[in-house]
């Protein structure tokens, strides 16, 4: 099946049908779309692997040049763009093209986020439209669309495409291999700037970027224009001398058809990779040494039944599987990513102290002026299997909230503050080139960065290494696990003596199964619907984006309720339950049991509609859905003031009610809102 390629089109776009040409000689299948025919919803992004958005003057350029065609996108498109950039597919964007994803911030560096512009492509030096051919040099190995280029002769056509940024995004995107395309003279030299071999000014001479993936390029010149040789302006005199040299000149110039043919080839390799099963570098045998000749004919054998290649060079730790370069690349993105999280702790405790700048280097909390009574701990958890519904929906965007909320919301169950999180994420592999699996990497980051903003603290450090043997579903496969690092005043911890018979039991909502009870889920759904279960529609969506639902993460919210290390509270709070493994009874029956109470829970959130279709498909009991998942509430607090908790929680974006209250049976009273809707009774202190 060839490889779709979407050519967006548009008032005043005017370059799709070259930019589809170029890409059916590359062996794609090419669909020239109108926007209004996305934002309607008569065609979908979805149903293509390839996206460019072509040259032109989209809308005229009446409010900057690619502006008005990259609102339309924002306001109308943007998350299914985000889906399309998180499934790992292509987009290429040539002149007003480029000016459009300039204007969406598709380029972002390590550390930034989709839809940060970072850079602005302004008016030519010259002060006029520039429309001659110019020579352009490659300068990066991460991005997909250049692979085996060096050098190509190729038109420009504009009046906006001097590249700009900030010094210190250029030394991001330099040091990233961002920077793609760069102008130069026939022979490579650079153009330092020089008119017209740098024919619009350009800052050190920037042709063309991508992002950090290597997926999204965006370039001034326009390679569809330049495929053919007849279309170079010095083709009659280059035809003479072949002819009297009695040569034949290549009817394409494969440099800039390459960009496309690249394209293709990637998806093309994607799609088998995923469709095969294919023995990796590390698997292959070293040379036998030739001590007896029945050894030698032994070991060819072996390597001709088997079909694995011999290899006489000596062995690398790349054979191993593990790619330094790609490990550094990798390490650099998520510390970029945690150093925007530094600011989340500035002025409170845990402010973070760099006398390194490095994603290896140090960093350190100053502790020195700690009053009595400071405590200081660090607890474990991790994601589990989730990251298994991550892989089959190729969004690795929203993970970071499960992990955070694991480790910081258990945190806050002593009445702790989290403040510092380390994190250690094994990967199988991290790919190899242009095939890495970097850009997963960065979508791991991307998540980093909000979740920490959410929970409020921030990540230190943490761990990265290649394993090779991790099993999952599709080619990145991963576990990941934190640690958190909490302060409390000794006078503020909970015990569960604080716990008092009539105290109300306030619930707080959860829309999705948190990162507990995964396992059950999988099996369910594999064994009722199939391995692809995940691609079933359900709900207006798919069952696997109803399952990969984000954790809400409260502990920042719980702070400002309860107090933090240096900040008084707003209400009177006895105990706080995280709803996670053990499900209600369990994590209730654990903070219960030093006062020697029960409770009753009448008046419970529904769960949500996915964890109803799991229990019905599996004919899961009530009793053992709410041993399992959360049912429908993440957290639940103990407090004599029920209802000005419930009114901090609504201000600060949180839907919670009175669910029950204290009693004096020493049993946890559930009222179902699964299935069967009956009573459940679990004994509060030997809970099983």
């Known amino acids: 099946m060839k490889p779709r390629v979407l050519v967006m089109s548009g008032y005043g776009i005017n370059c799709e049908a070259e930019s589809a040409h170029a890409f059916e000689l590359a062996g794609a299948e090419c669909e020239i779309v109108h926007i209004n025919d996305l934002i309607s919803g008569k065609k979908r992004m979805s149903d293509f692997q390839i996206m460019m958005f072509p040259g032109g003057f989209a809308y005229g350029d009446d409010t900057g040049a690619g502006n008005a065609f990259a609102n339309r996108v924002r306001n109308n498109l943007w998350e299914e763009l985000i889906r399309f950039i998180n499934d790992g597919k292509l987009i290429l964007g040539v002149c007003n093209g480029f000016q459009i994803m300039t204007h969406l911030g598709l380029f972002a560096p390590p550390g930034r986020e989709y839809g940060e512009r970072i850079n602005a492509l302004e008016a030519n030096t010259s002060t006029r439209y520039e429309c001659r051919w110019v020579h352009i040099k490659d300068n990066s190995d991460k991005c997909v669309f250049t692979r085996g280029i060096d050098l190509t002769h190729i038109p420009v056509a504009h009046g906006e495409g001097r590249f700009c940024c900030d010094p210190e995004t250029y030394r991001v995107l330099k040091e990233n291999n961002q920077i793609v395309f760069t102008y130069c003279d026939e022979s490579g030299q650079d ?39 007849v279309s170079e302006p010095e083709f009659q005199l280059k035809k003479e001398l072949a002819k009297r040299a009695g040569k034949k000149i290549p009817e394409l110039i494969e440099t800039n058809f390459m960009i496309f043919k690249n394209a293709v080839d990637y998806v093309n390799e994607q799609t088998e990779a995923e469709g095969s099963i294919s023995i990796p ?17 032994a070991a060819e054998r072996v390597s001709t039944k088997f079909a694995v290649k011999t290899k006489t060079e000596a062995a690398t730790y790349a054979d191993a599987g593990v790619n330094l370069e790609l490990g550094d690349d990798a390490s650099k993105i998520l510390y970029e990513a945690a150093k925007r999280t530094f600011e989340n702790r500035k002025g409170l405790i845990g402010e973070v102290i760099i006398p390194l700048d490095d994603f290896s280097g140090l960093r350190a909390v100053d502790v020195s002026k700690l009053p009595e009574g400071s405590l200081m701990c660090i607890s474990f958890d991790g994601v589990g299997t989730k990251v298994e519904i991550a892989q089959r929906m190729n969004d690795h965007t929203t993970i970071a909230y499960d992990l955070l909320a694991m480790v910081c919301d258990d945190a806050i169950v002593r009445g702790a503050e989290p403040v510092l999180v380390g994190t250690v994420l094994d990967v199988n592999s991290l790919g190899k080139g242009k095939g890495s699996n970097i850009h997963q990497v960065r979508q791991l980051a991307q998540g980093y960065i909000a979740a920490a903003r959410e929970a409020n603290v921030a990540i230190i450090n943490g761990e ?3 394993l090779g043997n991790i099993s999952g579903y599709g080619n990145f496969n991963y576990n990941w696990c934190a640690g958190v690092i909490w302060f409390a005043r000794r006078d503020r911890l909970f015990t569960g003596r604080e716990i008092q018979l009539g105290d109300s039991i306030v619930v707080l909502e959860e829309g999705g199964f948190r990162s507990n009870g995964i396992s059950l889920v999988r099996r369910t759904f594999r064994d009722h619907i199939g391995e692809e279960w995940h691609k079933l529609s359900f709900e207006g969506s798919t069952l696997g984006k109803h399952v990969l639902t984000p954790s809400r993460i409260y502990s920042k919210a719980m702070v400002k309720i309860h107090g933090g290390f240096n900040s008084e509270g707003l ?8 709803i996670t493994g053990g499900g209600i009874p369990g994590k209730l029956s654990r903070i219960l049991r030093p006062s020697g109470l029960g409770a009753e829970l009448d008046n419970l959130f529904e769960p949500c ?11 899961i009991t009530d009793r053992e859905a709410y041993r399992t998942w959360n049912m429908g509430q993440g957290m639940a607090i103990i407090t004599p003031e029920p209802e000005r908790v419930i009114e901090e929680l609504e201000r600060l974006g949180i839907r919670a009610k009175v669910g029950g ?11 179902s809102k699964g299935l069967s809707r009956e009573r459940l009774v679990f004994d509060a202190e030997n809970f099983e």
Request: charged share 20%; proline share 7%.
């Open 191 to 229: 153009a330092n700037s020089l008119y017209p071999l740098n024919p619009n000014g350009a800052m050190n001479d920037v042709a063309a970027i991508c992002d950090m993936s290597g997926r999204i390029m965006g370039m001034m010149p326009h390679p569809e224009r330049a495929i053919y040789a």
């Open 281 to 297: 570098e590390s698997a292959e045998s070293k040379q036998p040494a030739p001590e007896t000749s029945e050894v030698a004919e």
């Open 464 to 466: 990265l290494a290649e």
């Open 571 to 578: 209400c009177e709070i006895h105990g706080i339950a995280h």
């Open 609 to 619: 509609k996915a964890m109803q279709y799991c229990q019905q498909l599996g004919k």
């Open 661 to 671: 209250r204290i009693i004096l049976e020493k049993k946890i009273i559930i009222h």
